[in-house]
C-alpha cells in the first residue's frame, strides 16, 4: 500500500471528530451536505459555499460512482471526453489537484469527511492517507449487501485491512475519524432496532481495528416517536460498549422517497432537524427540495444546510427515556447475539449473517439470508412482519397486522412522500383561504 506521504502528517489540519464534538458542547448542530462534482473547481465552489453557509457545517467530497467500485479506466475516459462525473474522483485527480482544490477552504474552523460507497475500498483509503484526508465513512456490511454483489466476506477483510491502515494516521500527528454507514442500511424499511445494531456493531468493528474517533448513524424513517426512541437507544448503546471511544451521532434526513412539493420536502428536513437536535445527536445529513427529481446544485445544498440549521435553533434536547425501550431491547439482544458469535468482529458479523442473526428486509444480496419482513402500522411505525432467525422470539410478536404484499411495500415505501405531501397541500389551500377572505 501507498506510504504516508513525508511532510503532509495530518496533525496540522482539522480533527473531524473534535470540531464535532467541540460543536455539540457548545449546543451547536452541524449540518452537512452529500456533495460531490469531478470538476475541482465546482467541487471547491461547493466546500466554499457549505463554509460560508449561515450555521455550524463540515465539508464532504462525495466520491464517483465508477471510483467507488474501481473502474478508474471508466473514470480516465470520462475526463478524456470531458464527461460529466457525479462525484469527485479522489483517486484519478493528481494529488497536487486535491490538495490546491482544498487549500484555504477545508481549516480548522471546516473539516472535510470523504464519502464514497464501496466495499472494497484500499484504492480510496491510500489515496486519503497519501493526502492526509483523515475522515470517512462506510462499513464492510453497511457499504457491501446494499450496492452490489460483493462477497460479504471480502468487504469485511478489506474494511479491516483499511481500518488498521488508516488508523495509522494516528502516528502521524492525526486523529483518524470512521462513521459508520450502518444506521443506514437500505435508506427505508429496516426497523429501527436492526438499524441501531449494525451502527452499534460497525462501530465496534472500527474499534477493534485501531479507531478511536467514530461517529454512528441512524437514517430517519417513517414514525417521529420510533425515531427518537431509537437514537435514545443508539446512543445508551454507544455509552456502554463504546466507553473508550470518541463518539458522535449523525441523524440522515429520510432516505426514501421524498416528497415532490417544497413545502413537503422542508417540513420532512426540519422533522430530521427536530429528531437530532431532541435526542441530542451531534450532526445532520441534510437532504434539499431536488431530491426527488436529480442531483441538487450547490445553492439548493446551501439552502437546505440554512433551513436545517435555522429549524435546529427553534429546538431543544428532551430527556432520554428511564427504562428499557422496545427499540433498546432488540437492538441489545441483536448486539449481544452478535458479539457471542466469536471474539473477532469480523468473524463475528460474517458468522451473524450466515445464520441470519442478521437479515436485512427486501435485501437481495447473496449474503442476505432474506428471510425477514417489515411493515408500517396503522400509525405509521416501522415493525417486524417475519423475523426468520433473528433472536427477537421473545421481545417480537408477528403476525399481528396486515399481511406483506407487493401492493402494501410499495405504498410503505411511498408512504412519507404521500403524506407531506398532502399535509403541504392541505396547508397551501387553508393559506389561499385567508388570502380570499382577507377583505384588504
Partial sequence: MTALVPGRSAHTQPAFGAFVRARAKAGDLVVQPRMGFGD???????????????????????LDSYTRVGDLAAVRHAQREGLPLNGYPIVSHRDATTRAMLAGVRDAGFPVQ???????????????????????????????????????????????????????????????????????????????SQLVALSVLEALFFRAYGCRSVSV??????????????????????????????????????????????PGAYRLLGQAAELAVRTGSERLIVKTVAESRRIPTIAENVAALEYAAR?????????????????YAEALALVEAVLNLHADPARALLLAFERGYLDIPYCVHPDNRGRTRSRLD???????????????????????????TAAGLLGDLSYLRRKLDREAAVHDRAAAAVTASDPR
Avoid at 426512541?229 to 458522535?248: G, K, S, T
Avoid at 429549524?311 to 427499540?327: H, I, L, N, Y
Fill in 378 to 404: 396503522e400509525e405509521g411505525r416501522l415493525c417486524w412482519a417475519e423475523i426468520g432467525a433473528l433472536p427477537l422470539t421473545r421481545l417480537v410478536r408477528t403476525g399481528q397486522g396486515r399481511e406483506v
Fill in 114 to 192: 470523504v464519502r464514497h460507497g464501496s466495499a472494497l475500498p484500499q484504492h480510496i483509503f491510500r489515496k486519503l492517507i497519501a493526502l492526509g484526508l483523515d475522515a470517512t465513512e462506510g462499513g464492510p456490511v453497511s457499504y457491501c449487501l446494499p450496492y452490489g454483489r460483493t462477497p460479504l466476506a471480502e468487504s469485511i477483510a478489506a474494511w479491516r485491512q483499511c481500518t488498521e491502515l488508516f488508523s495509522r494516521l494516528r502516528d502521524q500527528g492525526a486523529e483518524p475519524h470512521l462513521e459508520t454507514f450502518g444506521g443506514c442500511m437500505m435508506g427505508q424499511l429496516c426497523p429501527p
Fill in 217 to 262: 448513524s441512524y437514517a430517519q424513517q417513517t414514525h417521529a416517536g420510533q425515531d427518537a426512541e431509537a437514537v435514545f437507544a443508539l446512543r445508551r448503546l454507544c455509552a456502554e460498549l463504546l466507553p473508550d471511544v470518541d463518539w458522535h451521532v449523525v441523524v440522515y434526513a429520510y432516505m426514501g422517497a421524498y416528497p415532490v412539493t417544497e
Fill in 40 to 62: 475541482p473547481e465546482r467541487m471547491r465552489a461547493g466546500l466554499a459555499a457549505t463554509k460560508a453557509a449561515r450555521g455550524h457545517t463540515v465539508g464532504t467530497l462525495t
Fill in 311 to 327: 429549524a435546529a435553533e427553534a429546538v431543544r434536547p428532551v430527556p432520554a427515556p428511564d427504562t428499557d425501550t422496545q427499540t
